[in-house]
């Protein structure tokens, strides 16, 4: 059974270019959420989608973020005119459905390392 | 302002020893609660979770929960210089984002 799966792992874009990061969540899980990483920082919830919703984008900056989760397909991380700030590790966890105890869970793909410069 | 607090370290221990992990956490609603390990460079990796008042075994590992004292911490017993990582105490309500702390670093020397 693969884990979540994250591509690319790095990715290197020049200020002012966009950044997409793409997640495809374990087998049999429906919920995804975004998570960013800053060096020397902890881990900071960016957003929860489940397929065709958002159902939590708290986290996310108001402006040159935005995220998806399609009916086929990987969800999707664009950050639109990255600047430096924006260098980070963005890492996507995926849940199983449900409301059970056993459902919490939430499982962390490998990262997509963004450097901007 | 919703917070999950860890003493940073590192801590450090010796190969065989018991390493204790705390973290305390702000949201009285707080319903499930996480340990991850994270070596550098790498992703969070799962593992243990709680869920009720009490102490969970797996292995080695240890998850204590006191929901009264908002409460929760990691045993590891017999340390292994492969325990050397910083471990992520995180808490969420069902099916919601997981808040996560800072960390703690451990260090186990063989």
């Known amino acids: 059974n693969a884990g979540v799966m994250q591509n690319p792992r790095h990715l290197v874009r020049r200020r002012g270019q966009e950044a997409r990061l793409r997640c495809s969540p374990m087998?049999?899980?429906?919920?995804v959420y975004w998570y960013r990483q800053l060096p020397e920082e902890g881990l900071k919830f960016m957003v929860y989608?489940?397929?065709?919703?958002?159902?939590?984008e708290s986290g996310m900056p108001k402006e040159r973020f935005s995220a998806e989760f399609p009916k086929e397909g990987p969800s999707i991380l664009r950050i639109q005119q990255v600047v430096r700030g924006d260098s980070a590790a963005y890492f996507c966890?995926?849940?199983?459905?449900?409301?059970?105890?056993?459902?919490?869970?939430?499982?962390f793909g490998p990262g997509t390392r963004l450097t901007v410069t | 302002q919703k917070e999950v607090e860890q003493n940073s370290g590192p801590l450090s221990v010796p190969e065989g020893a018991i390493a204790s992990l705390n973290c305390t956490y702000s949201?009285?609603?707080?319903?499930?609660f996480f340990w991850y390990r994270q070596y550098s460079g790498k992703s969070p990796e799962l593992i243990m979770f709680?869920?009720?008042?009490g102490d969970k075994e797996d292995g080695r590992f240890t998850a204590q929960l006191n929901k009264a004292s908002q409460y929760v911490s990691l045993l590891i017993r017999d340390s292994q210089p492969s325990d050397s990582a910083t471990y992520l105490c995180?808490?969420?309500?069902?099916?919601?984002?997981?808040?996560f702390g800072k960390g703690t670093t451990l260090s186990v020397s063989s």
């Open positions: 966890a995926s849940s199983p459905p449900g409301l059970a105890p056993g459902s919490y869970e939430q499982y």
């Open positions: 087998k049999g899980h429906s919920h």
């Open positions: 989608l489940q397929k065709e919703n958002i159902i939590d």
């Open positions: 949201d009285r609603g707080s319903q499930s």
């Open positions: 709680i869920y009720s008042n």
């Open positions: 995180a808490v969420n309500q069902a099916g919601t984002a997981l808040i």
